[in-house]
């Protein structure tokens, strides 16, 4: 008589499952009946077996027995398998059928469990044999079945059902490492770190293959953080796993997205080293990270290896070095790299033309950036609506929004639509330069267009109306934004709040935080140093402190922006006492004061008639390799003219000139006040 096995233990209490997967809680079983012909053809053991057989000439033997599992996978296809029957009580056929198979080696099983499991369709009938063959006692490595099924699970997706059917086993290394790797291939990144966490706790160790699905749904996530990354590594090293290429291709990689290059190189040193060879993938990623820190020549450097090592760099190696040139404004070098990657036979892609457009934009040669897009055209590299808005932002930060125009025709010309992101740079432009109504009239052409703004094309516009003091407008466009469906993010409340703040509406004020908070959104550094600067503007120095106190209190550190508003706040009532305060609270907040902080400070002493203070902030600034600028000359001058010291005041936009600043509208005319007024206390 063939005795069930006893019911597994779960490892997972806290899940309850209603009734046995068995049941078909879980899968619905559809029939099978083209698919198990075409599996079981493939499994006349003719397959390549699993390692689970050591033995040579087992293998040979398992291979050269031939099994057809099409009856097996018909009966199963076709009847409901529970495991609450006992298989005494089955009929006579199903016993037969369990006897027939009872020769078969663990390996095929395996074998056969994988050829249904690499398909989501076959994957109920895979759990079926599964279940069958523990009814049966027919398969003893039950551990791997259940690893199979998980790991199919995982990769269709299913990561609630590989949970349940986890349950279903004391969770072994094998288990734990299929369910974790479930879990990263589905990017569910907590459930796979904590599962990591209480694989550890339980003694075990993970599986390397793990660290690499980790990171690579780190770096897919783009949650990659090199503090995380450190740490990961640290549990590496301290199970003494041995790193083999995919994982130290994938901690570089990892190390490079997270801006963090000098491990990156340290690893790529630590590859080369142990004889393993890393990706040209992986190469390109170091050299992108290396252009965009600034470090031209080590991207370079490494540029000339990937070529010295046999590797004919392709369009996206070229693309990385020259997306550093074009950051580091080395528009030569830029030109160069592209003129080599031409010569190599190497085709540049839209990437190409639309970095060397940055580069020539970013240099004002309008003309050459528009030599390249017809080079593009004539290419048959189509350009998109992204080239287009990088030339119409390079105009917008050149002072030049008239030309937005032109740029416009010329993408229609180019057969180009725009899309939402060129909208967005369009309004910004005609925002930043005060042409409101242009502003608008392409926010309405946006729509009739028949896309939907964004927060960015929301806040833009809100902004703009804010900063030329139309607050009326400002809070209607507000409110058609949550009408129309779009929510506003942290940032919308901000602008919100500087706009009702300058207005002294400070019942809004407290509204519009509560509304922010109860839609869930925090209040981050921006809404904090906003609040600090319109109490403060406004004299209300108490709700100032209370909101830089409660910024603390929630873990936020204060930026240098915050006690740069508080102190030019206490600045312009002449409150030089509470401005030095706050000066030496951002000291002891270990922030290092700014040029405008200490212009405030000394603004401040000027309005209370402290010059000689005011003198001496100056002398702090020089002994601390601080260069004043134009700002603090002029505000010295003011603080000598409020004191009636007129006679001084050549003297100090004279030493303005010879540091080597440039005396602007506002120094010229504060110099023309104080010799006025020189001139009137001498005729006098």
Known sequence: ???????????????????????????????????????????????????????????????????????????????????????????????????????????????????????????????????????????????????????????????????????????????????????????????????????????????FMNYSLII??????????????????EEIEADNIELDAQLLNDIIVGFAKAGDVNRALYFLALIQGNGLSAKTATVVEVISALGNSGRTEEAEAIFEELKEGGL?????????LLKGYVKAG??????????????????????TYSLLIDAYANEGRWESARIVLKEMEASHVQPNSYVFSRILASYRDKGEWQRSFQVLKE????????????????????????????????FERMRSEGIKPDTVTWNT??????????????????????????????????????SFGEQERWEEVKSLLGKMQSHGLLPNVVTYTTLVDIYGQSGRFSEAIECLEDMKSKGLKPSSTMY??????????????????????????????????????????????RDAEAFAVLQYMKENDLKPDVITYTTLMKALIRVEKFDKAPSVYEEMILSGCTPDRKARAMLRSALRYMKQTLRS
Not at 312 to 320: C, E, G, V
Not at 479 to 488: F, L, Y
């Open 1 to 207: 008589m063939l005795l069930l096995p006893p019911p597994l233990s779960t490892r997972f209490p806290s899940i309850h499952l209603p009734s046995p997967v068995l049941g078909h809680q879980i899968f619905q079983r559809p029939l099978f009946a083209a698919m198990t012909t075409a599996i079981a053809t493939n499994l006349l053991c003719s397959k390549h077996l699993d390692a689970a057989a050591d033995d040579d000439d087992d293998l040979a033997s398992i291979r050269n027995r031939r099994y057809d599992f099409t009856p097996l996978l018909d009966f199963l296809s076709t009847t409901s398998n529970s495991d609450s029957t006992s298989p005494t009580t089955l009929d006579p056929a199903e016993l037969q059928l369990a006897e027939t198979y009872r020769a078969v080696p663990t390996p095929l099983w395996h074998s056969l469990l994988k050829s249904l499991c690499s398909s989501s369709s076959s994957i109920p009938i895979a759990y079926s044999v599964v279940t069958w063959l523990q009814k049966h006692n027919l398969c003893f490595s039950v551990e791997l079945l259940y690893s199979i099924l998980i790991h199919a699970l995982g990769r269709s997706e299913k990561l609630y059902e590989a949970f349940l059917l986890s349950q279903r086993q004391t969770l072994t290394p094998l288990t734990y490492n299929a369910l974790i790797g479930a879990c990263a291939r589905n990017d569910d990144l907590e459930k796979a770190l904590n599962l990591m966490a209480r694989m550890r706790r339980d003694g075990y160790q993970s599986d």
């Open 216 to 233: 690579q749904s780190l770096i897919r996530g783009n949650k990659i953080d090199s503090a995380m990354l450190q740490k990961l590594y």
């Open 312 to 320: 004919k760099p392709r369009t996206r190696a070229y693309n990385a």
């Open 330 to 351: 080395s528009l030569r070098d830029a030109e160069l790299i592209v003129s080599e990657m031409e010569r190599s036979g190497v085709s540049p892609d839209e990437q």
């Open 411 to 442: 993408m229609k010309n180019s057969g180009v639509q725009p899309d939402r992101h060129f909208y967005n740079v369009m309004i910004d432009a005609f925002g930043k330069y005060n042409c409101l109504d242009h502003a608008m009239a392409t």
């Open 461 to 498: 516009l809100i902004d703009c109306h804010c900063k030329l003091g139309q607050h009326k407008k400002a809070q209607e466009l507000f409110d058609e934004m949550q009408e129309s469906g779009c929510s506003p993010c942290t940032t919308t409340y901000n602008i919100m709040i500087n």
């Open 564 to 609: 740069n508003a508080l102190i030019n706040a206490y600045a312009q009532r002449g409150l030089s006492e509470q401005a030095v305060h706050a000066f030496r609270v951002m000291r002891g907040d270990g922030l290092k004061p700014s040029i405008l902080a200490l212009n405030s400070l000394i603004n401040a002493f000027g309005e209370d008639r």
